[in-house]
């Protein structure tokens, strides 16, 4: 692991430690062991997910001569993890934009048929701003259902929220009142962990790293005690705290992108043939324990 970047999480969770929500890098090498005995406590009992995303499916371009394999590839890493994980969520731009309505469904169609082979039965996903905002997320729903929801796992709740639908990056009165509303069902203390594409807060907002209304979403979300935020867009691995809320962002399966506001231009880094797959990759997520207990396990598209 890059040294700066391990400090950096190494703060980070240091961070998280103090806000009251364990939250833990881990050295596992895949989905830990499921359905363990609890303490008494909300989850009903230890599960594992896997959180891939920006796959950007259709691309072709310098930045990933392997753009036709890089997906299959990470299909297989999933598939060969020792345990199964009990789903799979795709946090947004599961294909690569484009201004055709046929190729957009065409690239979709072409997705989904690869990530079938995924040995996993409940697949979870949602759209990223190249699938949505060009048609405010019709071709989605046609082939993945709808762009924002709920569901919940082992006494976890789970909200999948859309804020690439609407092309200026907001997610409107309209879902922020059905998030209240949801919200408002559910009891203050138990697990909740929110699923989305852009960050939720303004990481870098002139590179589109940020949601317009997305303190309105952080402020509804404020007063549960045990929240974690996974999002993708910027394609790499993230961390931050909103108060007590932790926000972790994905790695991409396409190709990497500088950090915040390092550069100029949010350009993809170079692909470097002497080390193919550099900073892509996905990760798996052990739940356990008391609240909300997260380890997270990075994971390469192919391993050394």
Not at 104 to 129: H, N, T
Not at 232 to 247: D, K, L
Request: glycine content about 8%; charged content about 20%.
């Amino acid at each position: 692991m890059d040294m700066d970047r391990d400090i950096g999480r190494r703060h980070f969770l240091h961070l998280a430690a103090l806000g009251g929500g364990v939250v833990f890098a881990s050295g596992l090498s895949g989905c830990a062991a499921a359905g363990a005995a609890m303490q008494d406590g909300a989850m009903q009992g230890d599960f594992c997910f896997v959180q891939l995303s920006d796959t950007h499916w259709g691309y072709q371009g310098a930045a990933n001569p392997d753009a036709q394999g890089t997906l299959r590839k990470a299909v297989a890493a999933v598939n060969a993890l020792p345990v199964a994980p009990d789903f799979i969520v795709f946090t947004g731009d599961l294909t690569h934009t484009t201004d055709d309505p046929a190729e957009r469904r065409r690239r979709m169609a072409e997705f989904k048929s690869i990530v079938a082979d995924l040995k996993v039965r409940d697949l979870r996903f949602m759209p990223g701003e190249h699938d949505a905002s060009l048609d405010r997320g019709a071709a989605f729903r046609e082939f993945f259902g709808e762009t924002h929801y709920t569901f919940a796992h082992r006494g976890v709740q789970f909200v999948v929220l859309d804020n690439v639908s609407d092309p200026g990056a907001r997610l409107g009165d309209e879902q922020l009142g059905w998030l209240a509303a949801h919200l408002a069902t559910l009891d203050r203390t138990a697990p909740l962990v929110v699923l989305t594409h852009r960050p939720l807060f303004d990481l870098a907002p002139t590179w589109d790293w940020a949601t317009r209304d997305g303190a309105r979403a952080i402020a509804l979300l404020m007063p549960f005690r045990h929240v974690t935020v996974f999002y993708g867009h910027i394609h790499q691995e993230h961390h931050q705290m909103t108060a007590h809320i932790a926000h972790h962002a994905a790695r991409s399966l396409i190709f990497p992108l500088p950090a915040p506001l390092s550069q100029d231009k949010r350009a993809p880094l170079a692909w470097d043939a002497g080390m193919p797959y550099r900073g892509l990759g996905w990760r798996s997520v052990n739940a356990r324990g008391q609240g909300l207990q997260l380890a997270l396990d990075e994971h390469p598209v192919v391993r050394a």
